[in-house]
């Protein structure tokens, strides 16, 4: 553990120097820097521990869980959308699974979809749609502490064959497994997911379709080429012709793409009404305002039973996106079966400098 000097102790002129940092603008980190470099451990955590997924930091807070290093697992945050946030979170899990940690999750005020007020008493929204994933309830006074890191996530990614959106069968499985392993939906949100598929499909054979619309058309860098909502009727058409479906249900953010659907199939289409879409614009919903109560916490319910549909419909039409793939891996968690018809059209990746995080969402 690290600490600075009380104040009493600093010299003026180390107080000058640090205000004159502060005023520059740099970081924090220097300061710290300046001040231990004069300490082996404190060298070896910056040449090595910042970059090096088995340079393990663990921390004592406690006595709590003893004989276990429990490995917390934050939100990844950067605005990262409610399926970005699940698969970093699989990813980190395989990483202590891997290692024989005890896995923690905790997702605070960096994720998304995060309610200040919380959502039934509850502070962790990892919580407010899973069960936990271990008997962990909380590392404040655990004996042995391990945060996640992204070097970890870069480990996992690194080790099984994927980047970004281009994904391995390795990858594919592996976090399946973790899936398997670890993920429930609590009580709450298996009623609502299950209720919603039995009053909108029942037992119906489905077709499902995901039209990504909104942010996707802006085509940042080293995201899914833009797949339009005619590619994507087109290959609905078809697979409609083999008379192996009775109803498509359609997973989108745009009204637009409701629409265009509906003129097109008719009554075949089903959609839940009650799910924030976008009606014109290129903002994603998952950046959007409104006065509605607990709008983050409904909007992340809204494309997780989105998730849900996709995953137990008999065939699925779509685009490259974080919600196919992982209804895709919840399908080979937690069913003996592929889909009848996968229909996914891949046109590659954007290669620009249009970058996502100068979106400034």
Known sequence: MFTELAYDERTESDMKARNKIKKAGMPEFFHQCRIHRGE????????????NPDYLKIESRGNEYPGQIVYQIGAFGCSAGFFAEFLYTLIRLYFAADRGFTPYVNWGSDFLYYEQDGIDNEKNAFLYYFNPVTDVVSTENAAHVLMATDYHIHDVQDRLNTHGYAVSDEYMTGLS???????????????????????????KRALAVHFRGTDYRRQYNNHPVFVTIEQEMEKVRELLATGKYDVIFLATDEQEAVDVFRNEFGDKVK??????RADGGDESVAYSHADRKQHRYLLGLEVLRDQYMLTRCDGLVCGISNLTLSARMMRRAWYDKDYEDLVILNHDLCHNDRQFCDAKH
Not at 41 to 49: A, I, K, S, T, Y
Not at 271 to 276: L, R
């Open 271 to 276: 959609v839940f009404e009650d799910t924030w």
């Open 40 to 51: 082996e451990e404190f060298r070896q955590l910056v040449l090595e521990g910042y970059h």
């Open 177 to 203: 497994n973790m899936i398997k392993k670890y993920i429930r939906y609590n009580d709450k949100t298996k009623a609502y997911l299950e209720d919603g598929y039995d009053a909108l499909i029942g037992n």
